[in-house]
């Protein structure tokens, strides 16, 4: 274990992260994130997925909860970590997870799975290691050919001022004094940072955060950050492709822009420049995204020929809302809407589109597309009709198709 990986993994055992509950994080469904990849499985057997620098777990459980037909593996350089992971896993009665330590500088002693694992999950790790591309490019190794890797870094122009105070602290202490003694007069730090420095922005909190979130944002031993450009140079080295972000809308100007002159310009760059000018008007604080091989692109559009062949399920990140008033008679919907992950929900009127979403709703599971025509028909819809909306219904995520 190098000195880098070694401080890291004093540091997580002293202060094991994250602290909280077990989380359904985005991105955690494997057929949905697979999807978004041109390159289909031509494997069989159970989804395998690598949670790599899983900490306490709170994701992966979340995620195994959910899929119990999944297979996952968590490893971390934390032992205090890795046996929280544990505890909550027998806990909970998860019989698909599994816990392993492993280095992902080295990768040692790691089981990969015969044709490698179809999604490996690594957020909040990679700016954390001695040598991220090497790191990264060793995931690339054991990721299956049609495999994606969901990954966040943080994002430097984002934290540039967390940072900048982070390592003004760190010139107040001699090499040798421990993260327990720094914690006050760091503490103080930010109190007043959080007027000046911090103010304004995602870390104005910083002083008021547990030990656990104050030490890995203030007093990490060892961290780097990504703009845009320097991220997309990093998957090039590591033999990656960009797919998709996490969360689209965060990066569309039709959602972020207000229609004008730079609306119109920022669609006319290619993706790469179009990225980089709202990160700086925006700042993330992390960049969220979903990478492939080189070679496997992002899935194209589903045309209407192909339609009815496709297999469909309620998008995972997706809450339909339905407003019901309970009479004498019966029970009548009043109301509904559907929210994306985060985004504003999107109220439907008494249209054919509530129509179908009514109908998928009622009776989830897994349709062909032809199927779901077929039930749009006998809910008084068209054929063309049907076929538009389930398209519609598509773009805006409220069904997904299948891999």
């Known amino acids: 274990m190098d000195e880098t990986t070694g401080a890291v993994r004093s540091m997580y055992e002293q202060y094991p992260y994250p602290s909280g509950p077990v989380v359904n994080r985005v991105g955690g469904d494997v057929e949905l994130v697979l999807s978004y990849g041109a390159r289909r499985r031509e494997t069989s057997g159970p989804y395998r997925v690598l949670d790599a620098g899983c900490g306490r777990g709170l994701g992966l459980l979340g995620a195994a909860t959910l899929q119990p037909e999944v297979r996952f593996l968590g490893v971390d350089v934390s032992r205090v970590s890795l046996e929280d992971a544990r505890r909550q896993a027998d806990q909970r009665g998860l019989k698909n ?177 179009r990225f980089t000018v709202l990160e700086r008007i925006f700042r993330p604080a992390g960049l969220e995204l979903i990478v492939a091989h080189a070679g496997n692109e992002p899935r194209p559009p589903l045309s209407a020929a192909d339609l009815p062949r496709a297999r469909f399920r309620l998008h995972p990140e997706t809450v339909i809302n339905k407003g019901v008033r309970h009479t004498p008679a019966d029970i009548r919907t009043e109301t509904l809407s559907f929210t994306v992950r985060t985004r504003k929900p999107v109220a439907l009127g008494a249209g054919p589109v509530a129509q179908a979403v009514l109908v998928l709703a009622e009776k989830p599971g897994t349709r062909t597309g032809a199927a779901l025509i077929s039930e749009l028909r006998r809910a008084g819809l068209g054929a063309p009709e049907a076929q538009a909306i389930i398209l519609e219904l598509l773009r805006n995520e409220v069904i997904f198709r299948l891999p």
């Not at 991220?132 to 890797?149: K, N, S, T, Y």
């Not at 090499?175 to 720094?182: A, C, F, I, T």
């Not at 304004?200 to 104050?214: K, N």
């Open 97 to 273: 997870v599994a816990f392993a330590e492993v280095d992902l500088m080295t990768l040692d002693g790691l089981e990969v799975p015969p044709g490698g694992f179809d999604v490996i999950h690594s957020s909040g790790v990679l700016h954390h290691l001695a040598d991220p591309l090497a790191a990264l490019a060793g995931l690339r190794g054991v990721l299956a050919p049609h495999g994606v890797i969901n990954l966040m870094v943080y994002g430097r122009c984002g934290r540039e001022a967390l940072q900048d105070l982070a390592g003004a602290v760190a010139l107040l202490f001699p090499s040798d004094v421990g993260l327990k003694d720094r914690l006050p007069a760091a503490r103080e730090a930010a109190a007043l940072a959080r007027g000046h420095a911090l103010a304004g922005t995602r870390f104005e909190d910083t002083a008021g955060v547990d030990d656990v979130e104050f030490v890995d944002r203030m007093l990490n031993v060892n961290e780097t950050s990504y703009d845009v450009p320097a991220l997309f140079d990093l998957l090039e080295a590591a033999g990656l492709t960009f797919l998709r972000w996490l969360e689209p809308a965060d990066w569309d100007p039709r959602r972020l822009v207000p229609e004008g002159e730079l609306r119109r310009r920022l669609l006319d760059l290619e993706p790469r420049q």
